[in-house]
C-alpha cells in the first residue's frame, strides 16, 4: 500500500463521536456501562489506524471503514465487558489446582457466603450480651470439637499462620526444626523465610534424610522458645530415613519447658486411608499428641475456603489473638461463614464424604468416572471425522502440595485433533468460554472426568465443538 492511498484511509476513519452516534450500538448502551462502550469504540479505531499504517486494510469509503468499526466494537465489547476472574472447567484431574483456586465449597459454604456477603451479620457482636463479639467465636467451638483442641482460631492462609505463630511465640529468640523440614511449598513459601519475617531464629538439627530425638535435645539452649515439627505433605523421603516425631518433640520439650509447634500443612478431619488414598495424620491425631500449637490450611484437603487454622493450648491461642499482626492477617466475614459452614459437615463425617467437593472427587469410584467419560464421548462423537476419540485409564492427582505419592485412577477422554495439534486445541479451548484447562501429552489432549462435575458434561462438550468449529 503507498503512503498516499494509507493517508487516504485515515481520512475515511470516523472519529468516536460519530461511532457513538450510530443507532446501531443503541443495544449496546442498554446492557453495557457507557464507559465501556466508549473504550472499546476507541480501541477498535486506534487498531484500525495502525492497520492503515502498515498497510493492512481494505479499500473503501466512509462508510466501509465505519462499518469495520462498529463490527469489531460489537466483538470487543462482549470481551471487555467478561470478569478477570470467571469460572473455569477444570478437567487436569488435579483436584486441589492451585492456579484454579483449589477447593470448590459445598452446597451449604456457598449457601452460607452468599446469606452473609447480601445481609448484615453478627460478626463481631455478641448476641447475648450486645457486647463487642470475636470474628472467630464461630468456628473456634466447632474446631474444638472437631479436632479436640483447647482453643482455635483462623486467619488468611496456613503461611500467615505459622508467621503469626513463630511472631508470638518465638520473636527474636530460636526455633530448632529438623534440616529434612525445611520445605518450600508454591509460591516460593519457604519455613527458613518465614521464621526470618517473623522475627524468630532458625537453628537447623539433623540432616536431610535422619534427625534423632538427641538431636533436638543437644540443640537446646537458654534461648530457645520452640521446638517446630513441619509435616512435608508435598514430598517423601523414602528408604534410609529417620524422623522425629511430635510426640518425641513434646516429650523433649516437656523436659526441657519449651513449647511445641507442629504444622500440618494440608490438614483433615478424616483418615482417607480408609478410602484407599496413602495414610496423613489427621489434625485430631496431630491434637492428641500433645504439642502447644498445630497449624493446617482450610482450602486443601480439608475442602474449605483459603484460611490458615490454628488450634492448641489456650494460653498461647490467647496470645495470638492480641498479636497486632492478627488484624492484618484476619479473615473477613466471607471466609469466616464459608469455614464455619465446611466445619459443620464434618459433624457427620459419612455425609461430609459426599457433600464435600474435594473429598468426594478424591474417592469416585472407578464405574462412576468411566461413565461420566462415556457420557462426554457419546456428545462429541459427532467429531470422529476431525479427531481421534477414546477412553483410556489414567492417573490423577491430589494436588495443593498434599499426598505426593497418592495414585488416584481414573477414566480420561483422549482427543487426537486432525489438521491441528492437540496444543492448538488446549489453546483455543482455553480462550473459549467457559475456559477449558486440560493436559497434553503425545499430540494428544487428555481430558480426566474426576475433576468435572456431571452437570460440567454437556458445557465440557459444547466447548470442545466449538473450538473444533472455530479452527
Avoid at 470487543?76 to 483449589?102: D, E, S, Y
Avoid at 537458654?222 to 517446630?228: E, I, P, R, S, V
Avoid at 459437615?345 to 461420566?372: C, H, N, S
Wanted: net charge neutral; with cysteine; glycine share 8%.
Amino acid at each position: 500500500m503507498s503512503e498516499d492511498s494509507g493517508k487516504h484511509g485515515l481520512r475515511f476513519l470516523p472519529s468516536v463521536d460519530e461511532v457513538l452516534r450510530d443507532g446501531r450500538l443503541t443495544e449496546f448502551f442498554e446492557h453495557y456501562p457507557r464507559g465501556l462502550v466508549v473504550q472499546a469504540v476507541r480501541e477498535a479505531i486506534s487498531e484500525e489506524r495502525g492497520r492503515i499504517l502498515s498497510g493492512q486494510t481494505p479499500e473503501g469509503d466512509k462508510t466501509t471503514f465505519l462499518n469495520l468499526i462498529l463490527s469489531r466494537t460489537s466483538e470487543k465489547v462482549p470481551l471487555m465487558a467478561r470478569p478477570n476472574l470467571r469460572r473455569v472447567i477444570n478437567a487436569t484431574g488435579v483436584v486441589l489446582h492451585t492456579n484454579l483456586g483449589r477447593a470448590l465449597l459445598s452446597d451449604r459454604a456457598r449457601a452460607a457466603v452468599n446469606e452473609v456477603a447480601s445481609n448484615y451479620s453478627n460478626l463481631e457482636l455478641d448476641l447475648e450480651t450486645g457486647g463487642r463479639g470475636s470474628r472467630y467465636a464461630a468456628v473456634e467451638e466447632l474446631l474444638c470439637t472437631l479436632t479436640g483442641a483447647e482453643a482455635a482460631m483462623a486467619v488468611n492462609n496456613n503461611a500467615a499462620a505459622v508467621l503469626l505463630a513463630l511472631g508470638t511465640v518465638a520473636r527474636g529468640r530460636e526455633v530448632i526444626v529438623s534440616r529434612g523440614q525445611l520445605v518450600e511449598i508454591g509460591g516460593s513459601f519457604r519455613i527458613p523465610e518465614v521464621m526470618a519475617r517473623s522475627g524468630a531464629h532458625l537453628v537447623e538439627v539433623g540432616t536431610t534424610n535422619k534427625t534423632y530425638p538427641e538431636d533436638y535435645r543437644r540443640a537446646v539452649s537458654q534461648n530457645t522458645a520452640l521446638l517446630l515439627h513441619v509435616h512435608t505433605s508435598n514430598y517423601r523421603i523414602i528408604g534410609f530415613a529417620r524422623e522425629t516425631t511430635v510426640s518425641e518433640l513434646v516429650e523433649i520439650g516437656r523436659d526441657f519447658g519449651i513449647p511445641v509447634m507442629s504444622d500440618l500443612g494440608s490438614g483433615f478431619l478424616i483418615d482417607l486411608s480408609r478410602y484407599g488414598l496413602p495414610y496423613e495424620p489427621t489434625v485430631q491425631e496431630a491434637v492428641s499428641a500433645g504439642p502447644d500449637i498445630v497449624t493446617f490450611s482450610g482450602d486443601k484437603l480439608l475442602g474449605g475456603p483459603q484460611a490458615g487454622v490454628i488450634v492448641g493450648k489456650r494460653h498461647y491461642i490467647e496470645k495470638m489473638k492480641k498479636n497486632p499482626l492478627t488484624r492484618a492477617l484476619r479473615i473477613d466475614k466471607m471466609t469466616v461463614a464459608a469455614l464455619e459452614a465446611t466445619l459443620r459437615e464434618y459433624l457427620d463425617a459419612e455425609k461430609a464424604m459426599k457433600d464435600i467437593p474435594t473429598l468426594e472427587m478424591l474417592t469416585l469410584p472407578q464405574e462412576v468416572l468411566f461413565e461420566r467419560a462415556l457420557r462426554l464421548v457419546e456428545i462429541i462423537n459427532i467429531l470422529r471425522e476431525r479427531a481421534d476419540i477414546e477412553i483410556e485409564k489414567g492417573v490423577s492427582a491430589v494436588g495443593g502440595g498434599a499426598m505426593p505419592t497418592a495414585v488416584l485412577p481414573t477414566a480420561v477422554v483422549s482427543v487426537r485433533p486432525k489438521g491441528i495439534s492437540a496444543g492448538q486445541l488446549q489453546s483455543l479451548l482455553r480462550r473459549g468460554e467457559p475456559p477449558v484447562m486440560g493436559r497434553v501429552q503425545d499430540d494428544r489432549l487428555y481430558l480426566d472426568v474426576r475433576t468435572v462435575k456431571d452437570e460440567e458434561i454437556p458445557a465440557l462438550a459444547d466447548a470442545i465443538m466449538k473450538a473444533f468449529n472455530s479452527c
